[in-house]
């Protein structure tokens, strides 16, 4: 099943951020050789593609796994969470419609 994993950031969290977005990479990667990633990015915190200094408000990973658990695991190992970049994490299911 999909699961949509919402990570929302700590307020000036920008250089911890990028500091271990390579280790955060790398995970998804991992997904998607494995052909699980439907999608993956960042939430500028403002109205551009290039936020800046403004940083990121969070990032939406749409990824299968076999249960809310498995998703919850693989969420709670990211390296964002132990780098204190996101301040919470949500997990719901997913039913993708579109694209079929």
């Known amino acids: ?56 408000q969070g990032s939406l990973v749409v990824a299968e796994f076999a249960s809310l658990d498995e998703a919850r695991a693989w969420a709670d190992a990211d390296p964002y969470v132990a780098a204190g970049v996101y301040a919470a994490v949500e997990i719901y299911p997913f039913r993708q419609v579109l694209p079929a």
Do not use: K
Request: charge should be positive; avoid cysteine; glycine fraction near 8%.
């Open 1 to 56: 099943m999909l699961y949509a994993i919402l990570g929302r950031d700590t307020p000036n969290s920008l250089d911890r951020r990028l500091s271990v977005r390579p280790a955060h990479l790398e995970r998804l990667h991992v997904l998607l050789n494995q052909g699980r990633l439907v999608l993956a990015g960042p939430l500028p915190a403002i109205d551009s593609p290039d936020p800046g200094p403004a940083g990121f």
